[in-house]
């Protein structure tokens, strides 16, 4: 069946600090990728996204790269802030289009220090 | 452009009561989606709507959970009656037909004592 898995948390770094939170998927077909960022308090924003291999999905600084030989979704960021203190999922759409659901990680909770 | 509305944002109720929730989709979007969020885990799908039809519930438990979208515009969940296991985030999200990107309003925190 299709499913995420993605590093457990919390992850704790001090500003300016690098980031990288790990995701793999499985899937049947060509899923499309994506990550989601959930501020306390806030519902699930948008925050990158790739529908093919060796695609990759930027925003806000943020980046992650659909590798189809690993089934990979990594998320990297070159310097954090404060301000990127949030919970990340991981999520695959099956099928693509509206025919695909999203399927959900667990999520990665970020803490990030002055 | 307005987001996703959902209301009420928290809700606390005694176990067998009932309880619904109201999603407002973004103007223009087709697919609307419920998911069940529990705490420390990823939202999980109940239902999904084209338009007025349901077109996959197969995770919405049927017994106690219900769902209706009757002009293909906003939508209800209701549970009825809710138990202790039903504390959660419920929440709502849009999307264009044959897009696979979702967006997401703020849920709703229901609490069950």
């Known amino acids: 069946g299709n499913s995420v898995t993605q590093m457990e948390g919390p992850v704790t770094l001090s500003e300016e600090a690098f980031l990288t939170i790990n995701c793999t998927y499985t899937?049947?077909?060509?899923?499309?990728l994506f990550w989601y960022v959930q501020y306390p308090g806030e519902g699930l924003q948008l925050l990158l996204k790739a529908t093919k291999a060796d695609d990759k999905g930027s925003n806000k600084g943020f980046e992650a790269t659909y590798r189809k030989e690993t089934t990979s979704f990594h998320l990297e960021k070159g310097s954090v802030q404060v301000s990127d203190s949030a919970v990340y999922f991981c999520a695959l759409s099956p099928r693509g289009g509206s025919q695909g659901n999203l399927i959900f990680g667990k999520g990665t909770k970020l803490s990030v220090k002055p | 452009e307005a987001g996703v509305v959902q209301s009420p944002r928290y809700k606390i109720i005694e176990k067998k009561q009932p309880v619904a929730f109201w999603c407002n989709p973004i103007?223009?979007?087709?697919?609307l989606y419920w998911y069940l969020q529990n705490l420390g885990q990823g939202p999980e799908l109940l239902i999904r709507y084209e338009n007025e039809e349901a077109v996959d519930d197969s995770q919405l438990p049927k017994d106690r959970f219900s769902a209706e979208r009757l002009k293909g515009v906003d939508s209800t969940l209701k549970i009825q009656p809710a138990e202790l296991g039903d504390s959660a985030v419920y929440l709502c999200?849009?999307?264009?037909?044959?897009?696979?990107?979702?967006?997401f309003g703020p849920g709703t925190r229901l609490t069950v004592l």
């Open positions: 999200a849009s999307s264009l037909v044959y897009t696979d990107t979702q967006y």
């Open positions: 899937a049947t077909g060509y899923p499309s």
């Open positions: 103007s223009g979007h087709n697919t």
